[in-house]
């Protein structure tokens, strides 16, 4: 079971530029979270997909952040243009719906910088 | 609302120390109730859960009951090992078919031989 996958696992851009953040949820799960961290403000939820569809995006800053599910095997996170104070570490995690019981299971991170 | 409070860290210990780091929670029905623990450069990993009252969660020597008197899910283990320096967070969920996990802040535990 290779897990779920986050690609790339480091990002260093400049202000103003495009970021995508990408994952690859666990086979047969058909729930998709995206978190952020960051020191100041922990661990915090931006958008969640539960069958490819968005459920709740309520978390998501402002536009320049948008996500996007097309098929159960693939979520982008899109910042455009970024900023210095986007800079934190993203994870995607994904899980099988079950009553929400279920675990979720996270991977590595995607750590960006943006200068 | 749902939110989780977690004791404030770091907390610093002695290997083969006794370990407890609280957790109380605030839920709007019956949560499941969690602890992931993260590795240093690394994401988070389930440690262990319970999904009602009075349920106990173990794993890899740590415990945590679920108190729904006291609203609370307490880890402990009994004694520690340099291996278990990690950030720990506690977590819950509603009960509701693909909702997202509510984490406490972290606390972060650091092991010395």
């Known amino acids: 079971d290779a897990g779920v996958i986050q690609s790339p696992r480091h990002e260093v851009t400049e202000m103003g530029q495009e970021v995508t953040l990408r994952c690859k949820p666990i086979s047969g799960h058909n729930s998709l979270f995206w978190y952020r961290q960051t020191m100041m403000r922990g661990l915090e939820l931006l958008i969640y997909?539960?069958?490819?569809?968005?459920?709740?995006d309520s978390g998501m800053p402002e536009d320049r952040f948008s996500a996007k599910m097309p098929n159960a095997s693939f979520s982008t996170l899109k910042i455009q243009p970024s900023e210095p104070r986007d800079s934190a570490v993203y994870f995607c995690a994904s899980s099988f719906s079950a009553g929400g019981q279920e675990t979720q299971y996270f991977g590595p991170g995607t750590r960006l910088l943006v200068l | 609302g749902n939110s989780v409070t977690q004791m404030e860290g770091p907390v610093t210990l002695s290997e083969e120390a006794f370990l407890t780091i609280n957790c109380t929670y605030t839920?709007?029905?019956?949560?499941?109730l969690f602890w992931y623990v993260q590795y240093p450069g690394e994401g988070l990993q389930l440690l262990l859960k319970a999904t009602k009252a009075d349920d106990k969660g173990s794993n890899k020597g740590f415990e945590a009951t679920y108190r729904k008197e006291t609203t609370s899910f307490h880890l402990e283990k009994g004694s520690v090992q340099v291996s278990d320096s990690a950030v720990y967070f506690c977590?819950?969920?509603?009960?509701?078919?693909?909702?997202?996990?509510?984490f406490g802040k972290g606390t972060t535990l650091s092991v010395s031989s």
């Open positions: 839920a709007t029905g019956y949560p499941s």
């Open positions: 997909f539960n069958n490819n569809v968005p459920i709740d």
């Open positions: 977590a819950l969920t509603i009960n509701q078919a693909g909702t997202a996990l509510i």
